[in-house]
């Protein structure tokens, strides 16, 4: 059968395939909140110190690779959004998702991103609880996530001096899997693995829930979304008199990637330092806590803050100054 275009349908009809799927898998017992969902704002239960709330927009021109699936897209809206949540210590429960869609999307392209988004909330037991459909000239997906949190919220302006800097992944693999494609290696498993990092990213949240339950581990969290390097320059604008000291030894990858650099003629730190599309955690860690916990958690020590008020990496015994650069919307280079 021949496919439909989603122009075909409308709004409402679009609307309705997706809460109909969403709703097969609610179970909610507090009918206000269920009913909640098909009127024209969401109702949350209070139940928690604060509620979380952050939003990311996608564009399918700056953030969707062409390999990338509808499925997938769907699965990396929810992930990016999620991610931020994680990034306050808090404990995420919902999101909203609004869509600019193209009339000449199909249907089965339709199912297929509606299915990523909620296969995704799903596998981070969240609810997808509202949005809006919109027609535009390309894809265009916007999330806004939700999580609760009590006073261990993590704030980026706590780092002590003499704290330990840890990521909770590797660094550098969706960098080097924007070359592959590029290159349109994709023959091996090796390169299979390292594509997939940046066409279906995943996060810590196995390690996320054990930094919830001891908050005391961790100073400061964040994200890794634009490179490990801004994401240090973040840390260090809100910690003006605190120094993070990196070592180059420590720093974590997939050796998959050493021989894709070399193939594109770049340093192995442009993909480690200063690209970013990773979504794991960078943390700043109180040693002693961290050394009690550390079997439980899935955390590669980098390097310690100190009181120098700079951002140096530390290589072959010589240090050197680690430029805050990487992608960031609305500047050409």
């Known amino acids: 059968m021949k496919d439909k275009f989603i122009s075909e349908l409308g709004e409402k009809k679009l609307i309705k395939i997706l809460l109909d799927k969403r709703d097969s898998s609610l179970d909610i017992s507090d009918m206000n909140i269920k009913d909640s969902y098909h009127d024209d704002a969401a109702l949350i239960k209070n139940s ?63 199912e297929d991103l509606t299915d990523g988004i909620l296969s995704k909330c799903e596998h981070y037991g969240i609810t997808l609880i509202g949005g ?36 909770s992944g590797n660094l550098g693999s969706p960098a080097a899997a924007l070359d592959l494609i590029y290159l349109n290696d994709i023959s091996n498993e090796n390169n299979d693995r390292i594509i997939e990092s940046l066409l279906e990213p995943t996060l810590p949240i196995d390690t996320s829930e054990v930094l919830r339950e001891y908050p005391e581990i961790a100073t400061s969290i964040t994200d890794i979304t634009d490179g490990l390097a801004v994401e240090l320059g973040h840390l260090s604008d809100k910690n003006p008199d605190i120094g993070f ?36 955690l960078l943390l700043t860690l109180d040693e002693e806590e961290y050394a009690r916990h550390s079997d439980q958690l899935d955390i590669h020590i980098i390097g310690r803050t100190n009181d120098s008020g700079k951002i140096t990496l530390i290589k072959e015994g010589k240090e050197e100054n680690i430029s805050v650069r990487g992608y960031e919307h609305l500047k050409d280079d």
Do not use: W
Not at 96 to 110: F, K, R
Not at 245 to 267: F, G, H
């Open 48 to 110: 928690s110190e604060y509620t979380v709330v952050s939003t990311d927009m996608l564009i399918e021109h700056s953030h969707f690779p062409k390999e990338m699936t509808s499925y997938q897209r769907g699965q990396k809206v929810v992930t990016v959004n999620v991610s931020d949540i994680l990034a306050m210590n808090a404990k995420p429960t919902s999101i909203l998702i609004s869509m600019g869609l193209p009339p000449t999307m199909t249907l089965s392209e339709y």
């Open 245 to 280: 000291e990196i070592y180059y030894e420590k720093l974590p990858y997939d050796k998959t990637i050493e021989e894709v650099s070399k193939r594109n003629y770049k340093n192995l730190m442009e993909y480690l330092l200063h690209f970013g599309e990773e979504f794991e």
């Open 132 to 167: 809006d459909i919109n027609e535009n000239s390309e894809l265009i997906l916007c999330g806004t996530s939700i999580g609760i949190a009590d006073k261990n919220v993590k704030l980026q302006t706590n780092i002590e001096e003499g704290n330990l800097i840890g990521v």
